[in-house]
Nanobody
Framework: QVQLVESGGGLVQAGGSLRLSCAASGRTFSSYAMGWFRQAPGKEREFVAAITWSGGSTKYTDSVKGRFTISRDNAKNTVSLQMNSLKPEDTAVYYC?????????????????????WGQGTQVTVSS
């Protein structure tokens, strides 16, 4: 198991930027594939971005491609989500997630059930 703590959320105007960070406990962070998900009020949790163990491969949901960038620093046990050109529809609680199940991640990196470690979430609010 790995403990995940998100930070960096807040209130920003449309067109602005935020950088979310997720700090992970433990010495095996590099063995986890990582993902970011979000949940808006009244909606289901949805996939945002994911990154492989080494950081060599990333995946994004279509609505954030070109605006968001996921990255990781295995030496610091952190994964980040740089969010640019934010829109009001990006408003949500953002969650960091981790999985060591390589075969599952390879097949379904966007699925919630792929991940078995979750943070508590950080609120992102984008005003129009």
């Amino acid at each position: 198991q790995v403990q995940l703590v998100e930070s960096g959320g807040g209130l920003v105007q449309a067109g602005g930027s935020l950088r979310l960070s997720c700090a992970a406990s433990g010495r095996t962070f590099s063995s986890y594939a990582m993902g970011w998900f979000r949940q808006a009020p009244g909606k289901e949790r949805e996939f945002v971005a994911a990154i492989t163990w080494s950081g060599g491969s990333t995946k994004y949901t279509d609505s954030v491609k070109g605006r968001f960038t996921i990255s990781r620093d295995n030496a610091k046990n952190t994964v980040s989500l740089q969010m640019n050109s934010l829109k009001p529809e990006d408003t949500a609680v953002y969650y960091c997630a981790a999985t060591r199940i390589g075969t599952l991640y390879t097949k379904t990196p966007t699925r919630i059930s792929t991940y078995d470690n979750w943070g508590q979430g950080t609120q992102v609010t984008v005003s129009s």
